[in-house]
């Protein structure tokens, strides 16, 4: 593997609903003839986790939908909510897709653990399960997300990257995802198999709900136990919580390197003004193609053998069919040819008047 993660293009891992071969039926008999009965007029429910990481309503959602329409004829229904970070309501969720007899469910997990009981009643309603992004628990049909601990990895050495020949002349503070998230349990385990014994880890926290200003209160915690002068990097593990990283660091006059993950266009920019290292570019199209195309071969009765190349095992499921999609290390010197060149941002988007001048330096016009 390359120091970054090798990158993907958009496009590159979708996948051909066409090439799915026969109509093999997979799961309970009577379930899967049912559906396939319906051809491309199923009905398809989509759950996402939450609502204040920018990439589920501005990418996920219309990816999905805009694949599902073209693989059904535009016949397929997409029903969708958002659980806006409250594991019950979309347990809630979950039931209410049941009752309006969905043919197949496509769920990013809040809880992961949490939602188990759930996919189990899916499943006894004969509704197959795609998990999204995150690997939740229960008998989940199919699921599809990054290589995250590849993420991690990517994190891990683009630090040591920024850090050089200064690696152990400080301590850096490490700023994991959520508990209840099985990815930020990836993510946490690459950046350390990357980190230790490189670096001095002065402080870690496990930041409640992946939210800024949670991470925000963990940093000033860090700097008044561990000194300003004493603090070198910082990991963080999405763009978010890099954002309310870097506020805390402002406030106490400290610049160090910061990682970050999921290049939210406010990451984007801070990394074109230097306040942020990197981000970890994770291209959606094929992530969200995965998944519609996995959602709509369950619906219809058909197999995944020509989808789903990988296997994963859940906790509670083993040999689950699954799509994993690689990643990109995203600095200053890749904007134009990753995020740019995919169309996730123009440069009039990055480059607005607050970071013109940051933009002509690196030459992004």
């Known amino acids: 593997m390359r120091r970054a993660a090798v990158a993907v293009a958009a496009g590159a891992m ?3 609903l066409a090439a799915c071969g026969s109509a093999k039926e997979s799961g309970d008999k009577s379930d899967s003839s049912s559906s396939a009965k319906k051809g491309d007029a199923i009905k398809v429910g989509l759950l996402l986790p939450e609502n204040q990481t920018a990439r589920y309503e501005k990418f996920d959602k219309p990816l999905i939908e805009s694949k599902i329409k073209e ?7 997409v029903v969708y909510a958002n659980a806006k970070q409250d594991a ?3 347990n809630q969720q979950v039931d209410t897709m049941i009752t309006n007899k969905v043919d197949v469910l496509i769920v990013d997990a809040v809880d992961a653990a949490a939602i188990k009981n759930s996919v189990q009643k899916a499943k006894d309603a004969g509704i197959p399960v795609v998990a999204y992004d995150r690997l939740a628990q229960g008998p989940i049909d199919a699921y599809t997300s ?3 601990k590849t993420v991690g990895k990517t994190q891990g050495e683009a630090l040591l990257k920024a850090l050089g020949s200064k690696a152990k002349d400080g301590k850096i503070v490490m700023m994991n995802g959520s508990v209840t998230d099985p990815n930020a349990a990836q993510f946490k385990a690459g950046a350390h198999e990357v980190l230790d014994g490189k670096v001095n880890i002065g402080k870690e926290y496990d930041t409640k709900e992946w939210k800024p200003e949670n991470a925000n209160s963990n940093m000033e915690g860090a700097i008044s136990a561990l000194g300003k ?3 070198i990097g910082v990991y963080s593990a999405n763009d978010g919580m890099a954002g309310g990283i870097i506020t805390a660091l402002k406030a106490a006059g400290i610049s160090v390197p910061v990682t970050g993950q999921d290049a939210e266009l406010a990451g984007v920019q801070r990394i074109v003004a230097g ?3 990197m981000s970890v570019y994770k291209p959606y199209a094929p ?3 995965a998944a519609a195309e996995m959602a709509v071969a369950l619906a219809q009765g058909k197999s995944l053998d020509s989808v789903a190349k990988d296997k994963v095992d859940s906790p509670t499921t083993k040999a689950i069919p ?6 990109t290390s995203l600095t200053k010197d890749n904007i134009k040819d990753t995020v740019i060149k995919d169309g996730v941002y123009t440069v009039n988007d990055i480059c607005t008047a607050a970071y013109k001048a940051d933009c002509d330096k690196i030459g992004l016009k």
């Open 71 to 77: 693989l059904t004829n535009n016949k397929g229904e």
């Open 229 to 231: 002068k004493n603090i």
């Open 275 to 277: 306040t942020q290292y």
């Open 88 to 90: 019950s309501t979309q």
């Open 14 to 16: 979708a996948v051909s």
């Open 146 to 148: 990054f290589d995250n």
């Open 322 to 327: 699954s799509v994993l999609v690689a990643v």
């Open 287 to 289: 992530e969200a193609d």
